[in-house]
């Protein structure tokens, strides 16, 4: 009777999310101009699948939003009105970023999205805060889910700059609750990606090794050209031949799923510990040599053991059932929850209306609670750490891009745990 009773509240939950999180064509949709939010990111080129997963999590977040009317507005500002994504393709390069916002604001939106690079993500904040001093009229508010390079909310914070990830300490931080425990551990190998993030992942790792885990010798510690890398053998090999225990990386998309391949092929028996480990290829590349080795961090993990983040999981994937697509991100379904909730909150679509209610916001969503912090514009929101394992395995139902392979949660960290002090010294218009 228990179980019963379990399970049919656990598929009532499920069938809500697939209730409100349904295709396109089971809308009810509103007839009025869409709110167009603005997706510079690559969508081509080495990095263009982490693009496209960017992608899938934003329309499933706004199909969300349009389930339930559109987002709420005054009839003076079109009443109810729907969400719409406008894909921008970077090809991952800055310039072409920057080709991105100049072509929104061409096209009158006001509300510009991007994430994967931080270099970019810097670029971008220099021209929105130039653009909105001199062209008033077109102002633009910036929503960054994935550009973690601490800098973007410290030295260079914005007024119209709000980040929905953990910055790159914070996420380090949580890696470290859980390595500075690794006994074992006597030497660890640094690498990482030769750009302003990749940087500060390898700066921060340094000091907090130096704090938490003095006795551990960095054997190695190097950066390398990002995305341009095909071959990870001449690294790998150096890796094994340091013989460190470890290796901790902040690489992300073909960088970090060719690296652990490379690793894998060489023989190297080590641990990984990452910021990225859970997807994109990633585990599949490293197979069995993996469980129990590759260590992630985020904001939410499939396996996070309550039932609204299962219902919360299995209605994404029956939004998206191939494996492929399989790369759900509960930050960014809060980051388009908060908008919608300051849009509501500001009764306007101005950038400048919607960033004094964004700086405020507070959402909840399948169990996950976060804030946006006013000071800094970083939003603060549980962390949680993961080690791969096998599919079957206690705390591992659900494994990643059908590989036979996830990550069961061995650290949550709250809010509060994981919130960090900050130098922004906000310019406010």
């Given at each position: 009777m228990q179980f019963t009773e379990h399970f049919s509240r656990r598929g009532a939950l499920a069938a809500l999310f697939a209730a409100s999180l349904s295709c396109t064509s089971a809308w009810a949709q509103p007839a009025a101009e869409p709110i167009r939010i603005g997706m510079i990111e690559g969508l081509s080129g080495p990095v263009g699948n982490a693009g496209e997963a960017v992608y899938r999590n934003l329309v499933w977040a706004t199909e969300r939003v349009n389930a339930r009317g559109g987002v709420k507005l005054p009839a003076s500002q079109g009443g109810s009105r729907?969400?719409?994504?406008?894909?921008?393709?970077?090809?991952?390069?800055?310039?072409?970023?920057?080709?991105?916002?100049?072509?929104?604001?061409?096209?009158?939106?006001?509300?510009?999205?991007?994430?994967n690079s931080s270099a970019a993500a810097a670029g971008l904040i220099d021209a929105i805060n130039k653009h909105n001093e001199r062209d008033t009229a077109r102002q633009v508010v910036f929503l960054n889910y994935s550009a973690v390079d601490p800098l973007l909310t410290n030295a260079k914070c914005s007024y119209w700059h709000f980040r929905f990830d953990a910055h790159a300490d914070m996420r380090m931080g949580a890696l470290m609750s859980v390595l500075r425990e690794d006994k074992a551990l006597k030497g660890i190998y640094l690498i990482g990606q030769d750009y302003s993030f990749g940087q500060a992942v390898l700066a921060e790792a340094r000091q907090q090794l130096a704090a938490q885990r003095p006795d551990v010798k960095i054997v190695g510690d190097e950066l390398h050209p990002m995305a341009r890398i095909k071959d990870f053998a001449p690294y790998a090999a150096k890796i094994k031949a340091s013989g460190a225990q470890a290796v901790l990386t902040g690489n992300w998309g073909n960088d970090l799923t060719l690296l652990v391949k490379a690793a894998r092929e060489v023989g190297f028996e080590g641990s990984f510990y990452t910021f990225?480990?859970?997807?994109?290829?990633?585990?599949?590349?490293?197979?069995?040599?993996?469980i129990g080795k590759v260590v992630a961090v985020a904001d939410w993990f499939p396996n996070v053991p309550t039932r609204e983040s299962e219902a919360f999981y299995q209605s994404f994937r029956q939004r998206f059932p191939s494996p492929a697509d399989d790369y759900v991100h509960m930050r960014m379904q809060l980051?388009?929850?908060?908008?919608?909730?300051?849009?509501?909150?500001?009764?306007?679509?101005?950038a400048a209306d919607i960033a004094a209610q964004l700086e405020k916001a507070q959402v909840t969503l399948a169990g996950q609670t976060a804030r946006m912090r006013a000071a800094d514009h970083q939003f603060q929101q549980p962390l949680a750490v993961a080690v791969m394992d096998g599919q079957g395995a206690p705390g591992v139902k659900f494994d990643v891009e059908g590989s036979g392979y996830g990550f069961r949660v061995i650290r949550q960290l709250t809010p509060q745990q994981a919130e960090m002090p900050h130098s922004c010294n906000m310019a406010r218009p």
């Amino acid at each position: 009777m228990q179980f019963t009773e379990h399970f049919s509240r656990r598929g009532a939950l499920a069938a809500l999310f697939a209730a409100s999180l349904s295709c396109t064509s089971a809308w009810a949709q509103p007839a009025a101009e869409p709110i167009r939010i603005g997706m510079i990111e690559g969508l081509s080129g080495p990095v263009g699948n982490a693009g496209e997963a960017v992608y899938r999590n934003l329309v499933w977040a706004t199909e969300r939003v349009n389930a339930r009317g559109g987002v709420k507005l005054p009839a003076s500002q079109g009443g109810s009105r729907p969400l719409e994504v406008v894909r921008f393709d970077s090809k991952g390069q800055t310039e072409e970023a920057l080709s991105g916002l100049r072509s929104a604001v061409d096209k009158g939106i006001t509300i510009v999205a991007q994430g994967n690079s931080s270099a970019a993500a810097a670029g971008l904040i220099d021209a929105i805060n130039k653009h909105n001093e001199r062209d008033t009229a077109r102002q633009v508010v910036f929503l960054n889910y994935s550009a973690v390079d601490p800098l973007l909310t410290n030295a260079k914070c914005s007024y119209w700059h709000f980040r929905f990830d953990a910055h790159a300490d914070m996420r380090m931080g949580a890696l470290m609750s859980v390595l500075r425990e690794d006994k074992a551990l006597k030497g660890i190998y640094l690498i990482g990606q030769d750009y302003s993030f990749g940087q500060a992942v390898l700066a921060e790792a340094r000091q907090q090794l130096a704090a938490q885990r003095p006795d551990v010798k960095i054997v190695g510690d190097e950066l390398h050209p990002m995305a341009r890398i095909k071959d990870f053998a001449p690294y790998a090999a150096k890796i094994k031949a340091s013989g460190a225990q470890a290796v901790l990386t902040g690489n992300w998309g073909n960088d970090l799923t060719l690296l652990v391949k490379a690793a894998r092929e060489v023989g190297f028996e080590g641990s990984f510990y990452t910021f990225y480990g859970n997807a994109l290829g990633a585990p599949a590349a490293m197979g069995d040599a993996g469980i129990g080795k590759v260590v992630a961090v985020a904001d939410w993990f499939p396996n996070v053991p309550t039932r609204e983040s299962e219902a919360f999981y299995q209605s994404f994937r029956q939004r998206f059932p191939s494996p492929a697509d399989d790369y759900v991100h509960m930050r960014m379904q809060l980051m388009i929850e908060a908008l919608a909730q300051a849009i509501e909150k500001a009764g306007s679509v101005k950038a400048a209306d919607i960033a004094a209610q964004l700086e405020k916001a507070q959402v909840t969503l399948a169990g996950q609670t976060a804030r946006m912090r006013a000071a800094d514009h970083q939003f603060q929101q549980p962390l949680a750490v993961a080690v791969m394992d096998g599919q079957g395995a206690p705390g591992v139902k659900f494994d990643v891009e059908g590989s036979g392979y996830g990550f069961r949660v061995i650290r949550q960290l709250t809010p509060q745990q994981a919130e960090m002090p900050h130098s922004c010294n906000m310019a406010r218009p």
